[in-house]
């Protein structure tokens, strides 16, 4: 089984800096990946996280010289299809994609372009990493779940991703049931993500408020009837579940979505909200609060929200 030596980042946002620094700090030959100008102002400004400046080198796709054995991948969905492109100079035969994305569909699109046999299934949870400009700054690493869909045996590359982390100190679990894994983070992300983001609050208010606790759980209750239309065993126990990971956040710690928000950029309703219409018109089953809130966002993204 070959080790795992040259890592490579495509995304260098908050979760992107966190896998880079931590593979980085470990002695792996690490690289971002970047294109033009995006690539240019991370090799002139590097990353700062947690208060410490990183010079990572930045290798642009097109003109890379050799292959990587990791890519992981932790872009916002809409940057996906074009970033995803051309990065066939980075892969080799034994090269692994690890997608840390959030949504359910980041793996079927790598795996259109490389091949599903490359793509690992990946979900990080708990960490509170909070981006401004290169600054990066988190209080809670969390837990990054890959494997398999499924997971009895631990194949080879499995494995060496295992032994990669190890080496690099990130906390993991590879759980028996992936997909289920996916389809809880994917029921987390549209309630805490789009709660946050339509009420412009930090996790203090969802640890301690049983109104924004309402509406977070209102939103993951139609995500539980859909994967259990589509074979998922989601159940009201995987609420409850969640409230042990929420709590042990930052308080004064924002969603992704809501950082979006305040920085007014686009956001991955679309892979949330959007996601769970979809599938409400696919099994004809009603989704009433996610419709809701898959509009408010759009006007917020639109500018509408109050400044």
């Known amino acids: 089984m070959k080790e795992i030596k040259r890592v490579a980042i495509l995304g260098a946002g908050a979760m992107g800096a ?32 947690n208060g410490k400046k990183y010079l990572i080198p930045v290798v642009d796709p097109d003109t890379a010289d050799s292959p990587v054995d990791l890519i992981i991948v932790a872009l916002k969905h809409h940057h996906l299809q074009e ?17 840390v994305m959030n949504g359910l569909e980041s793996e079927e699109i790598l795996g259109s372009f490389y091949g599903m046999e490359k793509v690992v299934y990946a979900i990080s949870l708990g960490i509170d990493a909070v981006r401004v400009e290169n600054q990066i700054v ?60 339509v009420t412009r609050m930090r996790y203090a208010a969802f640890q301690k408020s049983p109104t924004a606790q309402q509406l977070m759980e209102s939103l993951m209750r139609e995500v539980i009837i859909l994967a259990q239309a ?16 929420l709590n042990r956040l930052s308080p004064d710690g924002k969603t992704s979505m809501l ?49």
Request: proline fraction near 3%; include cysteine; hydrophobic fraction near 40%.
């Open 18 to 49: 966190y896998f880079a620094t931590r593979f980085f700090d470990s002695g792996f030959e690490t690289c971002l990946i970047a294109r033009g100008q995006r690539n240019g102002k991370l090799t002139r400004d590097g990353l700062i996280v």
């Open 83 to 99: 970033a995803a492109r051309g990065l066939n100079k980075l892969v080799g035969n034994s090269t692994v994609f690890l997608s």
């Open 138 to 197: 988190f209080t809670t690493p969390g837990i990054h779940y890959f494997g398999e869909a499924k997971n009895e045996t631990h194949t080879p590359r499995v494995e060496q991703i295992r032994l990669a982390f190890e080496k690099a100190g990130i906390a993991y679990k590879i759980p028996e049931d992936m997909m289920r894994w996916l389809w809880w983070k994917f029921m987390v992300n549209v309630g805490i993500n789009q709660a946050s983001a």
């Open 230 to 245: 589509a074979g998922i065993d989601l159940t009201e126990e995987d609420i409850t579940n969640w409230y042990p990971v």
């Open 259 to 307: 950082q979006d928000i305040e920085a007014g950029q686009k956001t991955e309703v679309e892979v949330f909200s959007g996601k769970v219409i979809a599938l409400g018109k696919q099994y004809g089953i009603p989704t009433p609060v996610n419709e809701t809130v898959f509009r408010i966002i759009k006007l917020l993204e639109q500018g509408y929200g109050v400044q």
